[in-house]
């Protein structure tokens, strides 16, 4: 019954920018951390941007930093990602996680590609 839906990826040129979005259902949003991560073939999974679950604290990856906006809307139970001044290095796929800390269960989403090229 839980699942993440997303949205929102594409190909953009360097310096461009996309937003992605991450529709939830199924499962105690407003009590779940929610995460953006990104991984590229061959490569490791690795988080990118976290949120929690009233939306006040944010953090990212040093990599990311100042670029990328997480956000979220309790109402529409949805998580944004921000993209802006993308880079090639930039492109993977990029999938959606919920940390429900009422139930204790994770849940990810199926994933969207991000691709990032001249």
């Known amino acids: 019954q839980a699942q993440l839906v997303e949205s929102g990826g594409g190909t953009v040129q360097p310096g461009g920018s996309l937003r992605l979005s991450c529709a939830a259902s199924?499962?105690?949003?407003?009590?779940?951390?929610m995460s953006w991560y990104r991984q590229a073939p061959g490569k490791e999974r690795e988080s990118v941007a976290r949120?929690?679950?009233?939306?006040?604290?944010?953090s990212y990856a040093d990599s990311v930093k100042g670029r990328f906006i997480i956000s979220r809307d309790n109402v529409k139970n949805t998580v944004y990602l921000q993209l802006d001044s993308l880079k090639p290095e930039d492109t993977a796929v990029y999938l959606c996680?919920?940390?429900?800390?009422?139930?204790?269960?994770?849940?990810w989403g199926q994933g969207t590609q991000v691709t990032v090229s001249s």
């Open positions: 949120i929690s679950p009233a939306g006040g604290v944010t």
């Open positions: 199924g499962f105690n949003f407003r009590w779940s951390a």
């Open positions: 996680k919920a940390e429900d800390m009422f139930g204790n269960k994770t849940y």
